[in-house]
Structures are given as C-alpha cells and as structure tokens.
C-alpha cells in the first residue's frame, strides 16, 4: 500500500513505542516524515531502522520538546519547511506516572499536565496554519483507555488523556470546514517503552489491576497494532471518520 506517497507527515514520539513504529509504517506506505522526541537516541534508532528498510531519504529526526513553546515553534516551522507542507500531524509523545492520588504533588500533575495536554495542544496550534492550507489536513491525537474507563493511581495521567479527548473534539467541529479532520487514537496494553515502567507506587492494591487485561492475544500488543490503525485513520480510509476516538486495547474495556 502507498497511500500515503506524496503526503507529508510530522510525528512526535518518534524515538519509541508507538510513535516510532507509526514513523515506520508512514514511511513503508510512502510517506515523507519528520521525526520528533526528546530521546536524541531514541531518534538514532529510528533513522537506522529506516536506513535498514531503504526509507531513510524521506526520514528526517529533529530533536523537540513538546512541552517547551520556544522549541515547538522553531521545531514545527523547520519541519514543515524542510517538509514543503503539512498534512498529517499524529502527537504521540507522552509520559506516564502513577501515584496514590493523596500523595501526588503539584509538580507530578504539572508535569503530566505540560507533556500531555499542553504539548499536544502547542504542536497542534503550531501544525494547524500548514495543515489548513492543504485543505485535507489530518490531526491524530494520543488518547488512551484510562480517559474512559478507570485506572487507579494514574488520575493525573487519565486527567491528561480526557482533556486530549476534548480538545480533539472541540478543534474537529472548529475546522471540519476546512476540510480539517481531528481523531484520537485510545490504546490500551500496549508494549512500548511508558508499559515497561509504569512507575506503580510500591504499595499499589494488584487486584484493582487485575481487570486491565486484554481479552485477545496472550497478553500486550506490539506499537504496530496501533500504528497500522493510526495509518488507516490519517489516510483517506479515514475519510468520513473525524471528532471521535478510537479505542485500541484488544478488547480489555468490552
Ligand atoms: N503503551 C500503551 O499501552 C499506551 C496506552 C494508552 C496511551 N498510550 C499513549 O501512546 C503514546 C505513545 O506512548 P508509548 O506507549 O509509545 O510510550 P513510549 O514511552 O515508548 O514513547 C513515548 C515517547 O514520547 C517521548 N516524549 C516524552 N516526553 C516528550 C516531550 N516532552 N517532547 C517530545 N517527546 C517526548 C519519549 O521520549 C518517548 O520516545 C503516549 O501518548 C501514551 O500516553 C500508550
């Protein structure tokens, strides 16, 4: 499949976990990409993946902090320049933190808050002008199960996911004349780098866990389950679909 030949796409997240393996997919259905993370060596990996593969002339890794304004303006503005244009924005970079919710500071939530939220609200309000200007741009936005459904000692994180949810809601209907479409993507056990530490509090009750299982498969999922669908959404298979989410869990909240 090459459906995305011809299109430019610009992915945070990009050293690891999901957003790496979307960087993959976009790249092996023909896409030109902009590889963004935090993780310098994480974006390493990425490119000598791609250089593997033979996709690393349409691949390029730029490190950007998603929840600093001054690096997603300039990052954002030499992407899309080196791109010549925008037409997918997927915001995949995230953390996970868990606590008891009585003992989580204002520094923990502000943290989640600014990575999370914020930083998928800046690299939108960046990516929106070049997104618009193509008449069909797509946003893909990083939900996630605990939006919806509960997950003890992760209130802050979920808090995060919800108001991702909402604000994808609000910008669909806001530029749906645009031809803008805004969707989320809400995984659940996935294998990625935030499942291998989730950071549980030491003392944490395992039985308020035990409902968090997938009903498919033996157990996690790998990132490419989510990047293929991620793929679907922001290609023109996706077309009639936009201010909804997506959930990706292998039916652990049926
Ligand atoms: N893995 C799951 O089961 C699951 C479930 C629900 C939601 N999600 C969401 O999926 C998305 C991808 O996470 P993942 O599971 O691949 O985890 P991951 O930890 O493997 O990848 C997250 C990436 O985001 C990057 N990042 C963190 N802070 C950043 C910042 N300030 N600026 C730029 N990059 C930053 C990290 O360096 C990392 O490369 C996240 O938004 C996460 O909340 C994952």
């Known amino acids: 499949m090459e459906r995305f030949s011809g299109r430019n796409v610009l992915i945070t997240g990009g050293g690891s976990g999901i957003g790496q393996a979307t960087v993959h997919r976009i790249l092996a259905e023909g896409g030109k990409v902009v590889a963004v993370d935090v993780n310098e060596d994480g974006l390493k990996k990425t ?23 001054a690096s997603v303006t300039t990052g954002v ?3 899309i320049g080196g791109l010549g244009g925008l037409d997918v924005l997927v915001n995949a970079a995230g953390i996970l933190r868990s606590s008891h919710t009585h003992e989580t500071s204002l520094e923990f939530w502000n943290k989640l808050l600014a990575v999370n939220l914020t930083g998928t609200f800046l690299m939108t309000r960046e990516a929106l002008p070049a ?8 946003v893909v936005n990083f939900s996630s199960t605990s939006a919806s459904f509960a997950h003890p000692y992760m209130a802050a994180y979920a808090a995060t996911k919800g108001g991702i949810q909402s604000f994808t ?21 996935i294998d990625s780098g935030m499942t291998h530490n989730p950071g549980l509090p030491a003392d944490a009750d395992l039985s308020l866990l035990a409902k968090l299982a997938p009903a498919l498969g033996q157990g996690f999922a790998g990132p490419e389950t989510v990047a293929g669908v991620i793929a679907m959404l922001a290609s023109d298979d996706g077309a009639f679909v936009t201010g909804t989410e997506l959930r990706i869990d292998g039916g652990t909240h049926m």
């Open 131 to 138: 997104l618009l200007a193509g008449g069909e741009g797509v």
């Open 47 to 69: 490119l000598d993946r791609a250089t593997a593969d033979g996709t690393a002339d349409r691949l390029t890794i730029q490190v950007l902090d998603i929840s600093d304004e």
């Open 77 to 79: 503005a030499a992407a």
């Open 169 to 189: 809601h609000a910008i669909a209907s806001e530029y749906s004349k645009q031809g803008l479409r805004a969707v989320c993507v809400a995984p659940g056990s």
